[in-house]
C-alpha cells in the first residue's frame, strides 16, 4: 500500500463530463447546491520587499475582480496609515477591515453572508503580520467555502528571517509569486531585503515588527538593499 492511491482525489458525485467541466480542477469541477459550478478557489501569495507596490497591486487586483462583478472584502493589519485602510505608496486608498489577533476570517465571511452580503474573494494586505491562526483560516475558507484568497506581505524581516505567517503561506498556498515590480537597492542592484536603520546604521536585534518608514526623517526606518549591502550594511552614499 502506497500513498499514491490517497493522492487521487475520487469524486462519488462527479457528473459526466459537460462544458463547464475543467479536468485540471478535479473534485472541484462539480457543481454547488446551487446547481452553479464551483469555480475551484486558490490561496495565493504575493510577496515582495518594501516598496515593491504589493498595496497598489492588492487594490488593483480588488478593481479587477469587482469590475467583473465578484465581491470581496479587503483585509489589512498595521496599514503605513496606521487606519483601517490599505494605503499605498503611489496616493492609493481603500476601506479595509483591520485583523487582529482575535478575529476571525473565516466568521467575518459567514457573519457578512449571514447580512446578505456577497463575499467571492479576500484581498489580505500586509499578511506577513497577521498570525498563524489567520493563514489556517485562509485555507479553510479556500477548501471548504469556495472563497478566494489573495494574500500580500513581505517574506522576510528585517534580519532577513521569514515572518511565521509568510513561511506558513509559502507553505500552504495554491501560488506564490514574486512581485514583478523591481525596488533598486541605492548600488542599482535588484532590493530583495528590507533592512532596519536607526540612527544611521543598519540594526540585525530587535522586536520583529517596529513600525516605521522608508522616508529619511523616520525614526525607524527601513531600506531596501540587495544582498549584497544588505549583509554588508552598506546603506549607500547618502548615509
Ligand atoms: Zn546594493
Given at each position: ?10 469524486c462519488?458525485a462527479r ?14 469541477a462539480t457543481r ?208
Open positions: 500500500m502506497t500513498d499514491d492511491a490517497a493522492a487521487t482525489p475520487i462519488l457528473p459526466l463530463p459537460g462544458p463547464d467541466d475543467d479536468p485540471r480542477r478535479g473534485c472541484a454547488g447546491a446551487d446547481g452553479r459550478p464551483l469555480h475551484a478557489a486558490a490561496l495565493r501569495f504575493f510577496w515582495g520587499p518594501m516598496d515593491c507596490g504589493k498595496s497598489t497591486m492588492a487594490l488593483q487586483m480588488n478593481h479587477n475582480h469587482a469590475r467583473q462583478g465578484r465581491r470581496g472584502l479587503v483585509t489589512t493589519r498595521i496599514d503605513r496609515s496606521l487606519g483601517p485602510q490599505v494605503t499605498t505608496r503611489i496616493g492609493l486608498a481603500h476601506a479595509a477591515i483591520e485583523v487582529t489577533d482575535g478575529l476571525d476570517l473565516r466568521d467575518l465571511v459567514r457573519d457578512a453572508w449571514a447580512d446578505g452580503v456577497r463575499v467571492d474573494y479576500l484581498i489580505c494586505d500586509e499578511a506577513s503580520f497577521y498570525n498563524l491562526e489567520h493563514i489556517e483560516q485562509m485555507a479553510d475558507l479556500v477548501d471548504n467555502d469556495d472563497v478566494d484568497v489573495y494574500a500580500f506581505g513581505l517574506a522576510t524581516d528585517f534580519r532577513s528571517s521569514l515572518f511565521p505567517a509568510a513561511r506558513r503561506l509559502f507553505e500552504l498556498a495554491d501560488s506564490v509569486a514574486r512581485i514583478q515590480v523591481e525596488v533598486l537597492c541605492w548600488c542599482g542592484r535588484e532590493g530583495l531585503l528590507n533592512a532596519r536603520v536607526i540612527g544611521g546604521r543598519v540594526v540585525r536585534e530587535g522586536e520583529q515588527v517596529v513600525i516605521g518608514d522608508t522616508v529619511d526623517t523616520a525614526d525607524v526606518r527601513y531600506q531596501v538593499l540587495c544582498r549584497r549591502h544588505y549583509r554588508a550594511g552598506e546603506l549607500g552614499p547618502r548615509d
